[in-house]
């Protein structure tokens, strides 16, 4: 009896993290009508976002006024604004629950706004295609999906005509190349049980790696919750610099460490912003950012 009972176990629980992702599906579906995509118009070629330089006073991105509540009512943000200038790095903090993953979300076309505007490079979003908008920006979610496969499938995945130098470049700036090396398949390596076990620190680094190859013009990143060791926390420090290079960076950041040498932290409490500046402006001004600080013994 034991065995059908494990698979009756087994199937069971497959049942319910298929449900768990079926009402999430749901929740999309169910998004306002009004939310509705601006269409590319037929013939055109596809619509190619802006890029303003890092001396245009109009910044990349601009939150203005923002406020926001899930279908269920509850509001979670009210009046935020600040922005991201291009090339810039800026770091949302602030206590769980704050709202900060929610931005990122927003940022993304998500969910529609109750109010103010998400502004590229001076244009309302909702006034672009959402296709053109999510080609300029690369969004890296708590959770980074991993496939069953190999690092180049996992790598290749949005732009499949990156060569072997481009996969390289991309590990080498999220500090994973000498995983790779350590097998003789080299990115034909597969991911998981058969090959590279990789962990939470290193898929994030993996799914960073994939979407740098994308060249976006604003990298989104919330960062894992999930405790990092400490070397694992200096190497996604060393890759949020490396992907800094050439983009901005908007980071929702868990571990002020990983941030502290950002352009701007914002600081979110309860959906508002709070305050904001760099480290050494905001431990002298906030005393919400010295309590996340001192509790993280930065000061
Ligand atoms: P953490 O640091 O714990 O990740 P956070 O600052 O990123 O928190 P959010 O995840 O943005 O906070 O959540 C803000 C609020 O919105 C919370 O009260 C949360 O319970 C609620 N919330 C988040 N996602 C949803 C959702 N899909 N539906 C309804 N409420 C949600």
Known sequence: LIR???EVISSYTQLQTGLGALARVQEVLALDPEHDDVPERPGRSPVVLRVPSAADP???????G??????????????????????????LVGPSGAGKSTVLALVEGFYPLSAGAVRWAGTDTRELPRAALRARMGYVEQEAPVLAGTVRQ??????PDATDEQLWAALADVGLTGVVERSPLGL??????????LSGGERQRLAIARSLLSRPALLLL??????????????LRDTLAAAAADRAL?????????VLDSDRIVVLDAGRVVASGTHHELVDTSPLYRELATAQLLV
Not at 66 to 90: E, I, M, N, Q
């Open 4 to 6: 059908p009972l494990g």
């Open 154 to 159: 996992n790598l290749q995945l949005a732009t």
């Open 188 to 197: 034909d390596v597969p991911v998981g049980d058969d090959g590279v076990l």
């Open 58 to 64: 109009v910044p990349l991105l601009e939150l203005d």
């Open 222 to 235: 919330d960062e894992p919750t999930a405790s990092l060791d400490a070397r694992n926390e200096g190497l």
């Open 66 to 91: 923002v406020g926001f509540g899930y279908p269920d009512g509850t509001p979670v943000l009210s009046g935020v604004s600040f922005a991201v200038p291009a090339g810039s790095r800026v770091a």
């Open 250 to 258: 908007l980071v929702v950041a868990h571990r002020l460490s990983t």
